[in-house]
C-alpha cells in the first residue's frame, strides 16, 4: 500500500579530511581551484571537490528572479531529531524530550549551506570562510559582519561556540553521537570560531558541524537548553515562527529583511512568504485534507491511493497537477527491523526463516500495485551495494575476520527469495520450517518453540493504521510456522518512546544515506550506539567486524576507498539477517494545486521544492475565482 514508511530520518551531510582540488562542472566546467592546507576557502566537501568557484553568484539549479511571497503547505512526511509524524508538542527540535516540531530548522542559520546538485558540498552561509589545518584536525571559521539574530543582536562566533558545545553536552543523541569526534568549539574572537576535532576523526563530522543550527547564547543564559517548550525560540535563519496550533499545524513566516538573502547560497530561494506543514494522525484523512486545498503540496506515499484515488473533480479539470520524479540518490532501506536485543532474536536461522515467511511479490502485486522494487541492501540503488563475488579490494577488507563472520560474506551477497507470488508460497514456508527445526525450534502443541521450550511469539509496533494489511498478511504466514505474532497500534508519543527506549520486538523503519555516507552509519550500525537510547540502531547490532567496517568508511581519503569499505559493511549486514527487507521506489509521487512555477530542473540530490519553488500570483488567482 505504501511507497515506503514515512519514518523517515534527516539525511545527513558526509564530511572532509581537508581540502584539495576544487573541481566545477556545468556552466564553469572549466574553471579550477587548488586549495592549500590552511587557506582560507569559500566552501568544504567530503573530497575536496567543489562545483563552484569562490566568486559563484548562486546555485545553477534556482531562478534568482523568482518572484516573493504567497503560501507552501504539506502535510508532515518526515520528521527531524525528536520529531513525530502525527503530532508536536515543543519547539526544541534539537533534544530527547518532548516531540519538536517540523521545519524548525528553517528560523536557524548554520555556517555553510548545503548545495543540492553536489553529493555532499556546502558553501558559506553565516560563515564567509572556513580555514583547515593541515592535519585536518582544527577548522576556522570566519564570520560574516551582516549576521545577525531577529531581535537585531549580532550573531557572533560566539554563539556558535555556545550552539555547538551545548549540542555535543545535551542535544539529541543522534547529535551527541555525531559529535563524538568533535573536541570543542571556542570563540577566538568575535569574528572567528575554532572547531577542534580528534584524531582519525569521523571524515562528515566537520560538514555535520556546519549544518548545525546557530542560538543565541543570550537568549539561552535566561532559559535552560534542555527544556521542551513551546516557547518560540529567538532565530537567525530565513523564517520565524507564525501561527500554530500543538499537534495540528505549525506556519512559518518569511523575514522580509533576512541578513541572508543575497548571498549566493540564498538567492533564488525562500521565496514563500509562508510555509505550513499540518498534521494528521490518519493518512486517509490527510489525502482528503488535500482534496479539499487544506494544504497544497503532497508526496504521495501510498500506492493504492496514486493508482486509484486521484480522481477527484480538481485533478480532472486540471486544478491539481501530479508528477514522477526520478530520486537520484540511494534508496533508503527499509523493512520490519528485528530488536536482537532481546534474546528470543538472537538466532540468526529464525530471523532468516522471518524473511522467508514475507511474501514480497503477492504484497506488491495485490496490496501495492506492483509499484516496487525488493530492497536488499542498506545502499540500494547505489554504487555502495554488496553484488556478486567481492572484489580483490573488498576482500582485502573482510579477510581478517575470516572464522568470525558468516562464509556467506566471502561470496555472493544474500537476497531475499522470490516466492511465487500466492501470498503462502508453501515452499519458501517449507523451507523456513526446516531450518526452524534444524535450528531447534520444534513444534510443541501446535505452537513453536524455543531450543529452551519457550513458545515463540512476536509482537509488531505500529503508530499508524496503512500497514496493517501488510502486517496480517505476514502475520498469518507465520502462524503456519506456529508463530504467535500480533499487532499493537500504539499512539505517536507511545510509540516515539517504545522505539527510543527499545521497548519492541519488530517494528517498520528505514533508513537512508547521503551518497558519501561517513560517521552516520554509526549511529545505524554500530556497537556504542547499540546500547544508546535514542538512537537509530534499532536492530541492537554490535558486531566487531561491522564496527571495523565502518571505521575503514570513516577513514577513507577518496571515494574509491569509501565504496569498497560500504561494500564490504553492506555484505557483512546483510549476511546477519537484521531486517525482513521490504521494497522502495526510486521516484518521488508529488501531487500539488496548480498555484506554483518552479526552475526548469530540480538538483540531483534533493526535491528542493519549499527552498526553490514560488507562488505564481495568476495562477493563484485563476485557483481562487469561483467556478
Known amino acids: 500500500m505504501t511507497a515506503h514508511t514515512r519514518r ?20 564553469f566546467a572549466q574553471a ?29 539549479y534556482v531562478n534568482v528572479d523568482a518572484p516573493k511571497g504567497g503560501l507552501f503547505s504539506e502535510s508532515v512526511s518526515r520528521r527531524g531529531y525528536n520529531g513525530s509524524f502525527l503530532t508536536f508538542n515543543s519547539l526544541n527540535g534539537y533534544i530527547f524530550k518532548g516531540e519538536g516540531a517540523l521545519g524548525l530548522e528553517l528560523i536557524h542559520a548554520t555556517l555553510m549551506a548545503r548545495s543540492s546538485d553536489e553529493p555532499d558540498a556546502m558553501y558559506g552561509l553565516a560563515a564567509r570562510s572556513v580555514r583547515i589545518s593541515a592535519d585536518g584536525l582544527t577548522y576556522r571559521f570566519a564570520m560574516r559582519p551582516e549576521a545577525k539574530f531577529h ?10 561556540a555556545f550552539s555547538l558545545n551545548i549540542l555535543k553536552a545535551k542535544g539529541h543523541p543522534i547529535i551527541t553521537q555525531l559529535l563524538r569526534d568533535m573536541v570543542g568549539a571556542t570563540a577566538t574572537d568575535d569574528a572567528t570560531v575554532e572547531v577542534k576535532f580528534v584524531a582519525k576523526r569521523g571524515r562528515d563530522v566537520p560538514l555535520f558541524v556546519a549544518s548545525l543550527p546557530i542560538f543565541s547564547r543570550a537568549y539561552y543564559d535566561k532559559k535552560p537548553f534542555e527544556e521542551s517548550t513551546m516557547d518560540a525560540p529567538l532565530g537567525c535563519g530565513p523564517y520565524k515562527i507564525g501561527r500554530l496550533e500543538s499537534g495540528r499545524y505549525i506556519a512559518y513566516d518569511r523575514v522580509p529583511d533576512w541578513w541572508g538573502a543575497d548571498l549566493p547560497v540564498s538567492r533564488g530561494q525562500y ?18 485534507g488535500f482534496t479539499a486545498k487544506n494544504y497544497l503540496f503532497r508526496e504521495e506515499f501510498t500506492s493504492r491511493v496514486w493508482a486509484t484515488r486521484y480522481d477527484f473533480p480538481a485533478m480532472r479539470d486540471g486544478r491539481v497537477k501530479r508528477e514522477l520524479l526520478d530520486d537520484d540518490t540511494p534508496s533508503a532501506a527499509q523493512g520490519w527491523i528485528i530488536n536482537t536485543r532481546r534474546e528470543k532474536f538472537k538466532d540468526p536461522g529464525l530471523r532468516e526463516a522471518l524473511i522467508d515467511a514475507f511474501d514480497f511479490e503477492w504484497a506488491n502485486k495485490s496490496l501495492m500495485y506492483g509499484a516496487y522494487k525488493r530492497t536488499y541492501s542498506v545502499f540500494q540503488n547505489s554504487p555502495m551495494m554488496g553484488e556478486g563475488q567481492p572484489s580483490p579490494a573488498e576482500l582485502a577488507l573482510l579477510e581478517p575476520f575470516r572464522g568470525k563472520v558468516p562464509n556467506e560474506v566471502f561470496g555472493e551477497p544474500y537476497l531475499p527469495p522470490v516466492s511465487d507470488g500466492s501470498g503462502q508460497d508453501r515452499n519458501l514456508l517449507r523451507r523456513a520450517g526446516q531450518a526452524l527445526q534444524k535450528a531447534g525450534y520444534t513444534i510443541k502443541n501446535g505452537k513453536r518453540v524455543s531450543p529452551q521450550g519457550v513458545p515463540v511469539t512476536i509482537e509488531f509496533l505500529l503508530d499508524e493504521p496503512t500497514f496493517q494489511p501488510h502486517h496480517n498478511l505476514y502475520i498469518k504466514n507465520l502462524a503456519t510456522l506456529g508463530i ?8 505517536a508519543v507511545q510509540y516515539r518512546k517504545r522505539v527510543d527506549d527499545f521497548d519492541f520486538d519488530i517494528t517498520v523503519h528505514r533508513f537512508n544515506f547521503s551518497s558519501t555516507p561517513g560517521d552516520s552509519l554509526r549511529n545505524y550500525f554500530s ?25 575503514i568508511a570513516i577513514a577513507a581519503e577518496n571515494r574509491e576507498t569509501l565504496t569498497t569499505a560500504c561494500k564490504a559493511l553492506d555484505r557483512l549486514i546483510r549476511a546477519r539477517r537484521y531486517w525482513v527487507p521490504q521494497w522502495y521506489l526510486a521516484a518521488h509521487r508529488i501531487a500539488y494545486w496548480d498555484t506554483f512555477d518552479r526552475p526548469p530542473r530540480k538538483p540531483r540530490y534533493s526535491l528542493a521544492v519549499a527552498e526553490t519553488w514560488w507562488t505564481d500570483k495568476a495562477k493563484a488567482a485563476k485557483l481562487e475565482r469561483p467556478g
Open 32 to 60: 579550477q581551484t587548488q586549495v592549500q592546507p590552511d587557506a582560507e576557502s569559500h566552501g568544504m566537501s567530503a573530497f575536496g571537490d567543489l562545483k563552484y568557484p569562490a566568486d559563484f553568484k548562486n546555485f545553477e
Open 8 to 27: 523517515r530520518v534527516l539525511t545527513l551531510a558526509a564530511g572532509a579530511a581537508g581540502l584539495s582540488v576544487v573541481r566545477t562542472g556545468g556552466a
Open 527 to 551: 556497537s556504542q550506539t547499540a546500547v544508546q537510547k535514542g538512537s537509530q540502531n534499532l536492530a541492537g547490532i554490535a558486531d566487531p567486524a561491522i564496527d571495523a567496517m565502518i571505521d
Open 271 to 288: 521565496n514563500f512568504d509562508t510555509i505550513r506543514y499540518e498534521y494528521y494522525r490518519d493518512r486517509e484523512v490527510a489525502f482528503e
Open 484 to 491: 504467535e505474532a500480533t499487532l499493537r497500534m500504539v499512539d
Open 151 to 160: 531581535d537585531g543582536s549580532k550573531l557572533t562566533a560566539h554563539d556558535v
